[in-house]
């Protein structure tokens, strides 16, 4: 490996493997002075030798002499410019890595420097684009540990996994950084590549590691963000596949092979320490929680089958602290409510299995077969049980937190929005199930009140947002391809009302309410992306409504 080392004694200052922002930022740096690194002897490889170590995991000290002392002066919060010498812009700083000979990505000749000269990142841009992720996007998906991965990055050899890896990361942080968006597609394409080298290996080593499934997670993340659905559906499928076929999704059963084993099963090689296991869960639940949103996007069935799923919740706990107590699976996650064990990232995933469990009671109010909808199914019955789960879900998550709590914690925000949604999605199908039936009024009135009151909360939950301080308006920004769902179904609300009301105080009350959400999705999403087009008619029905009061204002002058 050519270049300095990454030096991880100044820097980020947060848990590797929690979603606790507190310590988010990091100090200023000055690449003024800053010259094109000499060539250096290639480190040796970190040597793994007992678990005391591997659960203090840090840089070795040999190669934390020389490298970021310059750290020191860059302002991300700030969004301050990276001053590069003309030299470093013009010459690129030599490759991250030596692809071992038999796996190279471009040929299946000898793989050389000059072979790749055409396609490389500069080394200090990859640094930064690295640090840019775990100040920001590693907070969304606390799925990498930092140190582990500054590691690996530090060997002799780096392997096609962990270049997949790293470039998937600095595809990530590319796009969140201003001045770094032009290198975003090359970094993402170098991440696809070394992904295809590992899936092409005859034997699947490369392939079956926890860096190539956590690489094919970031690109996932990365693809859900643009226009192109079915290349992110399809990525996605990638990823579930390879972690079912290491078993994440069985990980806490007490016989993992007895029950849902693929017959084809992969194990990855032991953990090491708590600081893996919980790495391999978070990576799963992730998982967990995109493929809900994919299901929402596509109209399609979920990928994962929750009821096969023992692999326990992820941990509030640093993976050095003393030993603790084991979290629960998702079947027994009752046990957290009144706990401090539940951490955002957790509510998430409690969140998305309300989802699942809605989606898939109001999927089964629309089957007329009885058999399609399983025997025993009763509408009102599954609809009150879950109600009461989701009512008993909020209080444990967001229940004691008022406005500037919230403003506190994005991602309570944005969970708080979006099991608001799902209230939203389960009392209109109560709504049309009791006008189907021919039900009292007051049961229809009661769920209309709900939908009213769950839309209201979003409308604030979005005007709470816009008044976000940095960096935390930017995290709650990365959580946009989950906020979108709720501004929808908020808007599909109050649209319906619009047409109920003749109130002159009330149309304008709710017309106010549809622009806020106009404005927070347009901010989200480019105006041809998907759910900027499903609310189009709304948007038309806005400027219509404009454009009536602007001509009746005219009238009257």
Known sequence: MNGPPLDTSQGIHCDPLTSDTSGVGLPPLDFTDMQPPPQQV?????????MAYLDNMSIDEQFLQSDLDAWGN?????????????????????????????LSPISSGNTSKSSLSEVEIPLQTLKILHYAYFDIAHHAMPIINQDKFLSQLNKAV???????????????????????????????????????????EEDGASLMTIEALQACILITNYELRGKGFARAWMTLGRAIRLAQMMGLDRMDAPNPDANGALKFQQTLPPA?????????????????????????????AVAIDESKVTTAL????????????????????????????????????????????????????????????????SFWECHFIIDKDLQECKDALVGNMDAQALLNDEFALGLDMNLCAIDIVLHEAAVLKAD????????????????????RRIVEGISLSQTLAQPRKTLFKQL?????????????????QLSAINDDAEVGHAVGMLKILVSAIEDLEDVSGHWVSSISHIIKRLDDIDSTSMRTLEAGM
């Open 436 to 455: 189907k039936d021919g039900l009292p009024r007051t049961l229809v009135t009661e769920s209309n009140n709900r939908c009213s009151e769950a839309a």
């Open 74 to 102: 860059l302002d991300f919060e700030n969004n301050a410019t990276m001053n590069f010498s003309p030299e470093d812009q013009m010459n690129p700083l030599p490759l991250l890595f030596e692809p071992p000979v038999a």
């Open 158 to 200: 780096i392997t096609p996994h962990v270049a997949s890896l790293s470039h998937a990361m600095a595809t990530l942080g590319a796009s969140l950084m201003d001045g770094y968006a032009h290198i975003k597609d090359k970094c993402y394409q170098l991440a696809c590549k070394y992904l295809e080298v590992c899936e092409r």
């Open 480 to 496: 946009g391809i989950f906020s979108m769902w709720p501004i929808c179904m908020a808007m599909q609300v109050l649209n319906r």
């Open 314 to 377: 992820p941990s509030p706990h640093k993976s050095h602290e003393a030993k603790h107590p084991p979290m629960p699976t998702l079947e027994h996650a009752r046990l957290l409510y009144g706990t401090n064990s539940i951490t955002s990232f957790t509510g998430l995933v409690l969140m998305v299995s309300l989802y699942r469990r809605c989606l898939s009671h109001t999927s089964a109010s629309l089957e007329t077969d009885s058999a399609t909808r399983g025997p025993g199914y």
């Open 42 to 50: 290639p480190p040796q490889p970190i040597l793994q030798s007992d």
């Open 272 to 300: 090491q320490s708590q600081l893996d296991l919980e790495e391999r869960r978070k990576a799963f639940w992730v998982l967990f929680i995109i493929d809900a949103y994919a299901s929402l996007r596509s109209g399609t």
